[in-house]
């Protein structure tokens, strides 16, 4: 049984351009939630989602940050116009269900903005 | 201090001692869980434990909840090297999904 699967593992961006990061829960989750974790600190809860749905995004940047969890597919976290302080690593996690199981977690994705 | 805080910052230790962290935190939750980081790396889930549980253990792991006092610690038995890592407890403020990470506690064992 695959865990959770995020590629890249990491990404060089320029200043200004996008970037898209994927990540597929474990199999039979369909509960996916994305953290940023920046040098020396603790993962913040970003983005909550189902299937095809948001059901928290409180803890995202209003501009430049969207996250969508298609029907089919894997969950994509896009940052537009990327600046410096993006650089970060990011994770995401799926359950089997929300809130009182047990959060899996990714490799995370390392970004790095030049 | 903050929701989900690990105490010491960092520990170094002796292959074959034990190892104890320490986590507090603010509010009422449902769940607290420790995990693993090797540097540069994902997550690892160590151990979940509920509110209505003391204790739990999973191999050389041993955790401990104390909701009166909002605190956790995990203890390491017999390190090893390959314990070397970054600890971190996460709690849900409210049985919500969103789990708020410390810091962490960075744990070295020497060979």
């Known amino acids: 049984n695959a865990g959770v699967m995020q590629n890249p593992r990491h990404l060089v961006r320029r200043r200004g351009q996008e970037a898209r990061l994927r990540c597929s829960p474990m199999k039979g989750h369909s509960h996916v939630y994305w953290y940023r974790q920046l040098p020396e600190e603790g993962l913040k809860f970003m983005v909550y989602?189902?299937?095809?749905?948001?059901?928290?995004e409180s803890g995202m940047p209003k501009e430049r940050f969207s996250a969508e969890f298609p029907k089919e597919g894997p969950s994509i976290l896009r940052i537009q116009q990327v600046v410096r302080g993006d650089s970060a690593a990011y994770f995401c996690a799926s359950s089997s269900a929300g809130g009182i199981e047990e959060q899996y977690f990714g490799p995370g994705t390392r970004l790095t903005v030049t | 201090s903050q929701q989900g805080e690990e105490d010491p910052q960092a520990l170094s230790i002796q292959e074959g001692e034990n190892a104890t962290m320490n986590c507090s935190y603010k509010t009422s939750i449902n769940n607290l869980q420790w995990y693993r980081q090797n540097s540069g790396r994902g997550l690892v889930h160590l151990i979940l434990i509920r509110s209505n549980e003391r204790e739990k253990h999973s191999g050389r792991l041993r955790v401990t909840l104390d909701t009166s006092k909002k605190s956790s610690s995990l203890l390491i038995t017999a390190s090893r090297a390959a314990d070397t890592a970054s600890y971190f407890c996460?709690?849900?403020?409210?049985?919500?999904?969103?789990?708020?990470f410390g810091t962490g506690t960075r744990l070295k064992v020497l060979a």
């Open positions: 996460a709690t849900d403020p409210s049985g919500t999904y969103k789990y708020i």
């Open positions: 989602l189902q299937k095809e749905n948001i059901i928290d």
